[in-house]
T-cell receptor, first 112, second 113 residues
């Protein structure tokens, strides 16, 4: 199956700092990538759809100025959580679209 | 529109069978099934496209009834490794450029020895 990597796997930061998460499709090109947020024991909530070379499409209620998404190449999308606060602590998962969606291993963000 | 999964949780003994259902009030183009273990990312199991097909590999199979907008995941002779949370992701409409999956709340499957 297709492989998607995500980095870092875990990050702890202080309130007010920005955190960048990278998502890479390793063995296929993905014009579309997705960013999800997942709270404990809950479903995957789509935050935004990232299209290579164009602006991301954000879901209702997701602040685009807080969650900056860049999809600069066919294999890389980044999510930057700006001025992070404790309520941003969560499990962030990216996926890349091939014949289905292939998920990265996720990033556990803890904001102190 | 978030699909509805049932049951919310199920506990099995090794070797028993289980069925997980996923239904939508919207016309669906495809249904995707994933399994997620605690602290890990979802792993793709299979995709079912409009057309009412059934798919399977090993002891896990699934069906898609497009008239009822329902899909079912069948796990037979369950193994300990089947434990995890199962999510269905649904793609509405006729497929195409506005693709996105909407995931159900998940079904927690626990297989005990």
């Amino acid at each position: 199956g297709a492989v998607v990597s995500q980095h870092p796997s875990r990050v702890i930061c202080k309130s007010g700092t920005s955190v960048k998460i990278e998502c890479r499709s390793l063995d296929f090109q993905a014009t579309t990538m997705f960013w999800y947020r997942q709270f404990p024991k809950q479903s995957l909530m789509l935050m935004a759809t990232s299209n290579e070379g164009s602006k991301a499409t954000y879901e209702q209620g997701v602040e685009k100025d807080k969650f900056l998404i860049n999809h600069a190449s066919l294999t890389l999308s980044t999510l930057t959580v700006t001025s992070a606060h404790p309520e941003d602590s969560s499990f962030y998962i990216c996926s890349a679209k091939g014949d289905t969606q292939y998920f990265g291993p996720g990033t556990r963000l803890t904001v102190l | 529109q978030q699909p509805v999964q049932s049951p919310q949780a199920v506990i099995l003994r090794e070797g028993e069978d289980a069925v997980i259902n996923c239904s939508s009030s919207k016309a669906l183009y495809s249904v995707h099934w994933y399994r997620q273990k605690h602290g890990e990312a979802p792993v793709f199991l299979m995709i079912l496209l409009k057309g009412g097909e059934q798919k399977g590999h090993d002891k896990i199979s699934a069906s898609f009834n497009e008239k009822k907008q329902q899909s079912s995941l069948y796990l037979t002779a369950s193994q300990l490794s089947y434990s995890g949370t199962y999510f269905c992701g649904t793609e509405e409409g006729s497929g195409g450029s506005n693709y996105k999956l909407t995931f159900g709340k998940g079904t927690l499957l626990t297989v005990n020895p």
